[in-house]
């Protein structure tokens, strides 16, 4: 009898342990299938991890260029004096309000003075952080772990980004995506859990990028477009963040009235055929690097292998996740580069290469499709070589900037009335390479200044500039009143503040003198001396003294 229950037990439930070992065989087949993305997910934390720390040890080594002189000269006057002047320093004559970055300048300058590897340092830091947040961003977005680490990666190694992590000022676009980023999955978070230390949260980040810079005033839309593609306008929790962003803009904007005497000012006027232009070339530039049609070939290729993806349920509205995730990536693109159309530099892309880095890598990271995955593994690794270059050069800059200072500071300290400087190097593009190196475009005065153990009494006049590109080579003819300047190789004039975006021939007209500009190769220059002047001239790394 014992054993007839036993055949009928075996026939119904099956031999003992069958269960588990079934089991057991489907988590080795399921662990066999997720071994490679385990491993790909390994793989892009370690070249986090090492990109984190090479970048930091190639930013430690630059100087102050250009505008980080006179910015952290500000800066170390106080929280009060952040707070109650423009980012120029100026009270009620418009311009840009950002008291959060010179804070932070502040900060840097509490702990180290102005040593400029504690501000690159902190720059490298915050923008790690934009990064693990472009992480975070992605997950909130249901996307694979390893899409959402591919794009953090990305984000970070992009070469566009070498304005904004490498210069000191680039700081504004970094506090600005860092909090910008924040608000939007503090919002995701209140959306879920109607929390409130998430609407805390949410005021104040927005907060802080509305003070940080000024493209943080498209977080309303964006907050927007998440609550479409969460398909949550009549949810309460929707509602209440969205008007507490909007309340906390309506305060930004009172205190920059208050302080600037303008609530938009300092903003680019753009008309619709700039902001197509300018829509199209940041497109383009998003992936470029110093192969000048990648970025391009980029987008072009990754939209082509997302038709071939999804291609038959574009248009389909029942779509499920393709279409909405799409549609959301490039609104919230938009909706970021918006502000900056225009006036467009490589800075302002910052921010908005976020979501398009999320779309390249939910694009090519496709667990069905190793080749592509393959092929970004190659990408990453491309682009960590250019920013590493980039890095360098950098570097190269900062010493051609360091010596310039130290060539120019006797005779600054020789003059007693005004130190006439010819040939002033604004920036440097070597070639080869896609953006181009500040040096002393408006920064001079303050770097010589800011370098002297004692007051100068020389009145440092800067009479005209020159891009350098390569080896330079300039030809001086001198006049009874002054000199005609022609570059010979290596670079051409540039202009700045008087005679910026003017087309040659113009002349510029000065308290000391005057300067025709006859083309961007070709010069003159009227000066006003008086016997305790000395003019002086940039050749070769160096200043070569003209008169007397």
């Not at 918006?338 to 999320?358: E, I, K, R």
């Not at 010596?403 to 400087?421: K, Q, W």
Request: net charge positive; glycine share 8%; proline share 4%.
């Amino acid at each position: 009898m014992l054993q007839n229950s036993r055949f009928w037990t075996r026939l119904v439930c099956g031999r003992p342990n069958a269960g588990h070992k079934v089991n057991h065989h489907l988590r080795k087949t399921r662990a066999i299938f997720l071994a490679p993305m385990s491993k790909g997910l390994t793989f892009l934390k370690l070249c986090t991890a090492a990109a984190f720390a090479i970048l930091a040890w190639i930013a430690s080594g630059i100087s102050l260029l250009d505008d980080d002189w006179g910015h952290l000269k500000l800066a170390s006057k106080g929280f009060a004096f952040a707070l109650t002047t423009g980012w120029e320093g100026l009270i009620g004559q418009g311009g840009y309000y950002r008291p959060v970055v010179v804070s932070s300048f502040y900060l840097d300058y509490l702990i180290g003075g102005y040593a400029p590897a504690i501000y690159h340092i902190h720059n490298i830091l915050i923008h790690a952080g934009c990064a693990y947040l472009v992480f975070l961003f992605a997950r909130c977005l249901s996307t694979d772990r390893a899409v959402a680490w591919g794009a953090a990666l990305l984000f970070f190694l992009l070469p566009i980004h070498t304005d904004s992590i490498f210069w000191i000022v680039g700081r504004t676009d970094l506090l600005c995506t860092l909090f910008y980023l924040s608000a939007l999955i503090l919002f995701f978070k209140y959306m879920q859990r109607d929390s409130t230390s998430a609407l805390l949260g949410l005021a104040v980040c927005s907060a802080l990028a509305f003070l940080s810079k000024e493209m943080a005033v498209s977080l309303p839309i964006a907050l927007a477009a998440l609550v479409a593609y969460r398909k949550a306008w009549n949810t309460a929790p929707a509602r209440c963040g969205l008007a507490v962003v909007c309340i906390v803009l309506l305060a930004y904007f009172g205190v920059r009235w208050l302080v600037l005497g303008s609530v938009l000012g300092g903003t680019p006027r753009v008309s619709i055929i700039d902001w197509a232009r300018d829509s199209v070339k940041a497109v383009a530039k998003f992936g470029m690097s110093d192969i000048w049609w990648l970025g391009i070939a980029l987008v072009i290729g990754s939209a082509g292998i997302f038709i071939f993806q999804h291609g038959r349920n574009i248009l389909n509205k029942n779509a499920g996740f393709c279409r909405p995730f799409a549609l959301l990536l490039i609104f919230l693109l938009g909706a970021s580069l918006a502000p900056a159309l225009g006036h467009l530099h490589n800075w302002y892309l910052y921010l908005p290469s976020a979501f398009f880095c999320l779309g390249i890598s939910m694009i090519w990271l496709n667990k069905k499709q190793p080749i592509l995955c393959s092929l970004f593994a190659v990408l990453i690794l491309y682009y960590g070589v250019v920013i590493g270059r980039e890095g360098f050069l950098w570097r190269e800059a900062s010493q051609m900037s360091e010596n310039a200072i130290a060539n120019l500071m006797p005779h600054a300290r020789a003059t007693t009335g005004t130190l006439f400087v010819c040939n002033v190097p604004s920036a440097w593009t070597p070639s080869g390479t896609f953006s181009g190196k500040p040096l002393f475009a408006y920064a001079l005065k303050n770097a010589l200044a800011m370098r002297s153990s004692q007051p100068l009494q020389a009145k440092i006049a800067m009479v005209n500039h020159v891009w350098l590109t390569d080896d330079f080579a300039y030809r001086i003819h001198r006049t009874n009143t002054g000199f005609d300047l022609a570059i010979a190789k290596g670079g051409f004039f540039s202009f700045h503040s008087k005679g910026q975006g003017q087309t040659p021939p113009f002349e510029i007209v000065q308290m000391w003198g005057r300067v025709a500009v006859h083309a961007t190769d070709s010069l003159s220059i009227e000066l006003n001396m008086q016997l305790e002047d000395r003019v002086v001239i940039y050749n070769k790394g160096e200043f070569e003294k003209l008169w007397p």
